[in-house]
C-alpha cells in the first residue's frame, strides 16, 4: 500500500465512522507512524510504505475508530505552542482552553510590573490543573517563576510534573483537594475544574464519556458544584487587586459570574471564545 493509499483508507473510515476531524486524524496519524512531516508525506505519497508502518497505522486506525481520542492514543498534544504529554489520568487539552491561558499571560504580565514594585515575585496558582498546560503555559510564556499546579489526582499531578520537565518550567506541584493543602494568597488563580452536570456526562460523544476521566468531568448535580467551592473560598487565598479566572460550560457563565460578584469580586467580566460563545468568566479582588 502507498502512503496516498493509506491517507485516503484512514480518511474513508474515519469519515464513515463519523469522526467530524476524519481528514486531519488521517494526516496526523500517517505523520506520527512514519517519522515525515505531511510536506514530505506528499512527496512519497506514491511510494510503498513498510510492513511494520502499515501494521502501526492500522493499530492506531483501530483504536481511532472505536472513538479513542487520538491525543491518548499518540501520547501527546499541542496547547499554546507548547507539547503535552496526554494520558487517560487527565483531560485532553483542548484549543477552547486556550483563551482562559491568553487571559492568565496577559494578567501574569501585569501582576508582574506590580509585584516588582512590592519586591516580590507574582505568585500563580493552576488549580484543577490536570496536565499542567495552562500553569505551565503561563511559567514558560509569561516568564513567571512562582507557579504552583494542584490536582486532586496524584496521577494527574505527577502528570503535570512530567509535562512542566518537558517544557523546562519551574514550577510547584501540589496533591490537594480544591484549597485544602493550598496556603497563602496568590496574584492569580485560574482554574479549569469538572462542570459537566452528572446526568449528562453519558449523553456526551464517546471520546468524551468513555475515555476521559470523570473525576475531571463530573460537576455535582447542576454542574455547579465546584465553582460554589472555589468562588466562595478564593477571596482568602486572593492578595489584593489579584485576579480570579474561570473556564465555564457555555450555559453556565453568567451563575458564575453572579457567584463571583457575591463573593465581593470586582470587574467581573465573561469571555467569549473564537466562535462568540462565553467560555470564561473573570474578576478581581478589591484592592481596599
Known sequence: MTYRELLNKADTELKKAGIADHASCARIMICEVTGLNMAAVLLH??????EAYEKRFEEILSRRLSREPLEYIIGRTSFMGLDFFCTKDCLIPRFDTEILAELAVREAGKAKERCERLGREPRVLDMCTGTGCIGISVAVLAGVSDVTLSDISEDAVALAGRNAKANNADVKI???DLFGSVEGEFDIIISNPPYIAKDMIDKLEPEVAVYEP????EGGEDG????RRIISCAPQHLSRGAFLALETGE???EEVAG?????????????RDLAGLPRVVSGYKPVT
Open 224 to 227: 455547579l458544584l465546584f465553582y
Open 174 to 176: 501540589l496533591v490537594s
Open 251 to 253: 450555559e453556565q457563565t
Open 259 to 271: 457567584m463571583m460578584r457575591e463573593a465581593g469580586l470586582t470587574d467581573v467580566t465573561v469571555h
Open 214 to 217: 470523570r473525576l475531571a468531568l
Open 45 to 50: 505519497e506514491q511510494d510503498k510504505v513498510s
